[in-house]
């Protein structure tokens, strides 16, 4: 019966096969385990993301699957407690024509009316739950990568005109020029000098389902470029993507902090600035504590960043907090202190301000 989920990975007994149907003799034999195992494992993954075809049919899903831009499409994960993951634009524009529902045997996910940059990998897994602590179950997830096809929008399509994209000599870089036709021929080109980047398929590869990937990003690679796609018609040109060198040290926050004197008067205005230099695409977190917090009395805190150019194709990111304390008093005297996070942990730095 279409739909039902893979066998468990034994080997078939003997004659097991004659009961199904197939329109070629099958000569009986006994898989080699070393070598199923890992086809068998993601067929048995796979096989409860399943497709809701019309007339109560189902259809387990491939690796990929192409529809037409317009089509509507339901998909169903077998499991009490199902999580869904989908192309993150849906929930940013909380757009209505998603629907995602848990039912008792399985969790459904509608998307109606798709549009080309609906494109994307659309997955389940099921969640264990023990308590209040929830855990992803490795052995039963599943995804498909879904295409929807759109002859006027070879191109996914993005909300900007414009990206920039960090080249980290650490990690591979990748140009987002994704297709919503997978047989698209699609090529990178510099704008200037004006000429098409050759894609060697080791350097530079090209993934249908993430677009140019650099695997070894160097600062000859900066500049600015764009994706042509061909498809049985005109071609079509990506939006434009800025490349920025990086190298900044990976690690906690580098952080130094000042303030704009370190004694003050009676009733001056007095601000304390924290800065971090660090990786462009690494946002950083600021905490304080002053002197006047355990009184309550207020201060004005205010946080932005932006990029520097370091003259030598070098890109970093300053990030700053700055605390303004209006009219000093005595009880502002003290240390102020600035908690600098990001993802590789903390650092504290603080300066001490008197009152004359």
């Not at 024509?97 to 798709?114: E, F, P």
């Not at 047989?183 to 200037?192: G, P």
Request: include cysteine; aromatic fraction near 8%; proline fraction near 6%.
């Amino acid at each position: 019966v279409t739909g039902q989920p893979a066998k468990s990975k034994r080997p078939k007994e003997p004659g097991e096969n004659k009961i199904k149907p197939v329109n070629k003799k099958v000569k009986p034999k006994t898989p080699k385990m070393k070598e199923r195992e890992s086809a068998d494992s993601s067929l048995k993954s796979q096989s409860i993301l399943t497709q809701v075809m019309d007339k109560g049919r189902f259809q387990k899903l491939a690796a990929t699957l192409s529809l037409s831009a317009g089509q509507s499409i339901e998909l169903r994960c077998k499991g009490s407690n199902v999580i869904w993951n989908y192309p993150s634009y849906l929930d940013t524009f909380k757009d209505s024509r998603l629907s995602i529902k848990q039912l008792d045997r399985y969790g459904q996910l509608i998307l109606a009316n798709s549009t080309a940059a609906d494109t994307g990998e659309y997955s389940c897994w099921l969640q264990l739950c023990n308590g209040n602590k929830c855990t992803k179950d490795e052995t039963k997830t599943a995804s498909t990568y879904i295409f929807f096809t759109d002859k006027e929008e070879l191109f996914v399509p993005t909300p900007s005109y414009f990206e920039i994209v960090y080249l980290n000599p650490d990690k591979p870089a990748v140009i987002p020029c994704r297709v919503t036709t997978p047989s698209a021929k699609v090529t990178l080109h510099r704008e200037f000098p004006a000429e098409e980047i050759e894609t060697d398929g080791t350097d530079i590869i090209y993934d249908v389902k993430k677009g140019f990937v650099y695997q070894h990003p160097t600062s000859d690679h900066k500049g600015i470029v764009y994706c042509k796609a061909e498809s049985q018609g005109a071609p079509q040109i990506s939006i434009k993507y800025h490349l920025l060198y990086v190298e900044v040290p990976k690690g906690p926050p580098s952080t130094t902090i000042a303030a704009s004197s370190n004694r003050a008067d009676l009733s001056d205005s007095v601000h304390v600035i924290c800065t971090v230099l660090g990786e462009p695409d690494v946002d950083v977190n600021f905490r304080w504590q002053y002197p006047g917090q355990e009184s309550e009395k207020p201060a004005i805190i205010q946080s932005f960043w932006r990029l520097i150019n370091r003259g030598t194709g070098h890109t970093t990111r300053i990030s700053k907090s700055i605390l303004l304390v209006e009219d000093f008093e005595a009880r502002d005297a003290g240390n102020y202190i600035c908690i600098a996070q990001n993802l590789q942990g903390e650092t504290t730095v603080a300066t001490k301000v008197e009152l004359n």
